[in-house]
């Protein structure tokens, strides 16, 4: 498989039991298959030379570079935010689950994992920060108002209420 960076070869390590394709003579870019980075995610996850080798490096990401096209199936993959770090941006290729980290973002990772609680947190204050999450908020507050309005009025209507009394 090439690197969807440089293009160069990349090499399977093994990180703990873990193999991922590590782009070593390049760019220095993990390769993660499907459910893979939750099994290395965490500091106390993994070991051996192959991982403490990837994770001594530097971080280095081109944001300039532009959307990349996954090495397993060449579908354009999406950048977004990893679930357990708040500052590190992974890409993820949706349809075979795959993702690709460019050099230090495991390290990255591991250093800002956050908890459950800290991702409560983290995520609320983001839905809080989001105009559309907020309206529709109020939409469902309406919306449950409503209908429980139209229980009340119709209480008098329903059968079961006279004859279970």
Wanted: hydrophobic share 30%.
């Amino acid at each position: 498989m090439d690197c969807p960076v440089c293009q160069k070869a990349m090499s399977e390590q093994d990180f703990g039991g873990i193999k991922v394709d590590v782009c070593a003579d390049g760019c220095r870019g993990i390769w993660f298959d499907w459910f893979e980075l939750e099994k290395l995610d965490e500091t106390h996850e993994g070991l051996g030379e192959a991982l403490k080798n990837s994770l001594e490096g530097t971080r280095e990401q081109d944001e300039s570079r532009g959307q990349i096209n996954c090495p397993r199936c060449q579908k354009p993959m999406i950048g977004h935010l990893y679930k357990a770090a708040k500052d590190v941006t992974v890409d993820e290729c949706y349809l075979c689950g795959g993702f690709y980290l460019d050099a230090g973002e495991l390290k990255a990772i591991r250093d800002s994992f956050m908890n459950e609680s800290q991702r409560e947190q983290f995520v609320k204050q983001i839905l809080d920060q989001t105009t559309e999450y907020q309206q529709a908020q109020e939409d469902l507050k309406k919306i449950k108002a409503r209908s429980e309005a139209l229980s009340r009025m119709t209480r008098v209507l329903r059968v079961s209420d006279y004859f279970t009394k």
